[in-house]
Every structure is written in C-alpha cells, then in structure tokens.
C-alpha cells in the first residue's frame, strides 16, 4: 500500500487533475443545464461509476493493453465520442421541452427521465472516457510501493478514492450548473438557448474526445 507521503502526494495530483477542465466536467455541467438537478447528479454517480470500473479494469492490467493497443484505444475513444455527441444532439433537438413542462405546470422543474436511466448515461461516459483509462495506467502506479506487495490492490484503492474525489467535485460543479438553469427558468423562453448551449457543448466535447491525440 502506498506510503503517508505517498498519499499526500496522490491526493495532491488528483485534486489537481480533477479540478482542469475535462470530459467530466463539461459532461456534467452540460447535464445540469439540459435535464436539471436531479438527472444532472444521477449522472454524476453514473459517471464515478464508471470511472471505477475503469480504475478495477487497470488493477487487473487490461487498462495496460488498452494502453498498448491503439486499435482498442481508438475503437473506446470513438464509441465514447459518439455517445456524448448523442446526448448533445438529443438535448439540441429537444430543446424546447423544459420550456415546455414548465409552462403546463409552472413549477420551473424539467421533465424527468428514469434513474436508472441517467446512472447509466454517466456509467457509459464515464466507462468509455479513454483519457481516463491511459491517466490511470500512467497516474496510479506512481503512488504503489512495490515492496509492500499487492500493487493491483494498491491501485484499486487509490483508483475508487480518485472516483470518489470526482464524484464530489462533480456534484459541487452540478448544484452550481443547477442553479444556474433555476435562474434561468424565470423567464421560460430563456430555456430553448438554454437547452441548445448545453446541447452544443456535449457535442464540441464529443468532438474533442473523437479527435484527440
């Protein structure tokens, strides 16, 4: 298991790393501006789910071949990209929705999807994030003390405490996005452009997921 400073030295990085500008980030502030609260921080678990199940795909060593592979690199980062541009596309087109709900209930609430259904749509984003995978087989094992024996479980753990740290970042960043919609909702025309940013920031990130190097 890693050492104290070892620790210290972890917890330092990733709040780092979490904290820049990534795929999680604008997915889960897209999220809140285009389905509201409550599916916004569904798809935050979601998406620290995923993450997890990336971190347990590193401990065993298949995260090292998606590493080596570049055919399967490629064929995660794309199927990742598409999914996100999906979502962006779907709230783009139903933009006008909220506006919608709103002015037949008058609550100012979005109309709400199953919760399993936005757990899942974080679970895919989060799982098929390449970046993410290539971090981790790069990140983790810097933070194991070989001599101490166990480095998969090492990684496992310093992996499910990163997933962890995101997740609550990403619940701060959700309840902000949120509250921001909230404002917005006010004045329900204001929802349609509301919709449509958020919509076409899954689709420029998808994008920039689809192209990175």
Do not use: C
């Not at 400073?5 to 990534?22: D, E, H």
């Not at 984003?125 to 480095?151: C, D, M, R, Y």
Request: no cysteine; charged share 15%.
């Amino acid at each position: 298991m890693p050492s104290s400073s070892q620790w210290l030295a972890f917890l330092i990085a990733s709040i780092l790393f979490i904290q820049v500008p990534g795929p999680s980030l604008l997915f889960t502030i897209g999220r809140a501006l285009t389905v509201g609260r409550r599916d916004a921080l569904l798809s935050v678990l979601g998406n620290g789910l995923g993450l997890m199940v990336q971190v347990l795909l590193v401990a065993v060593g298949l995260g090292a071949v998606v590493a080596a592979s570049a055919t399967a690199y490629t064929a995660i980062k794309l199927a990742g990209a598409a999914y996100v541009i999906y979502l962006g596309v779907q709230a783009i087109r139903h933009r006008g929705d909220a506006r919608r709900a709103l002015q037949g209930v008058g609550d100012g609430r979005p109309a709400r999807t199953g919760a399993l259904r936005s757990v899942r749509t974080g679970l895919i984003v989060g799982a098929t994030n390449p970046k993410t995978i290539v971090f981790f087989v790069a990140f983790l094992p810097q933070f194991t003390n070989e001599a101490a024996g166990s480095p998969g479980l090492a990684i496992a753990v310093l992996g499910l405490v990163f997933g962890a740290m995101a997740i609550a970042s990403d619940t701060v960043w959700a309840l902000a996005a949120s509250k921001a919609r909230e404002w917005f909702a006010r004045r329900p025309h204001r929802l349609d452009r509301l919709g449509a940013t958020g919509g076409v920031m899954m689709v420029g990130l998808g994008t920039t997921m689809a192209v990175a190097e």
